[in-house]
Nanobody
Framework: QVQLVESGGGLVQPGGSLRLSCAAS????????MGWYRQVPGNQRELVAV???????RYVDSVKGRFTISTDNAKNTVYLQMNSLKAEDTAVYYC???????????????WGQGTQVTVSS
């Protein structure tokens, strides 16, 4: 079994900061990507930021310069530092990892349970 456990969401005023964390645990051989998506009720889930193994982090245009994604490979953990938060950043944020559990396995997508981020005065 693979689990992704998120933490760090909450209520913050516009202009404030939050840091999300997501730790992957269980039977994991190799992680290829770890990233963050977000979803507002009635809208599709959108990619916010992703770290690709051996590659360059990617961000949706609306968060460039404000959000920073980082990973601790030894801990199978991904972080999202969110600065200068805006009301339109309000959403449920989901952690995602594409990984292989064992040799010969397919690369599969796993999701966290979601954490609410609310930006409001």
């Amino acid at each position: 079994q693979v689990q992704l456990v998120e933490s760090g969401g909450g209520l913050v005023q516009p202009g404030g900061s939050l840091r999300l964390s997501c730790a992957a645990s269980g039977n994991i051989l190799s992680i290829y990507t770890m990233g963050w998506y977000r979803q507002v009720p009635g809208n599709q889930r959108e990619l916010v930021a992703v770290n690709i193994k051996g590659g360059t982090p990617r961000y949706v245009d609306s968060v460039k310069g404000r959000f920073t994604i980082s990973t601790d490979n030894a801990k199978n953990t991904v972080y999202l530092q969110m600065n200068s938060l805006k009301a339109e950043d309000t959403a449920v944020y989901y952690c995602n990892a594409n990984l292989m559990r064992y040799s010969g396995d397919s690369v599969r997508a796993y999701w966290g349970q979601g954490t609410q981020v609310t930006v409001s005065s």
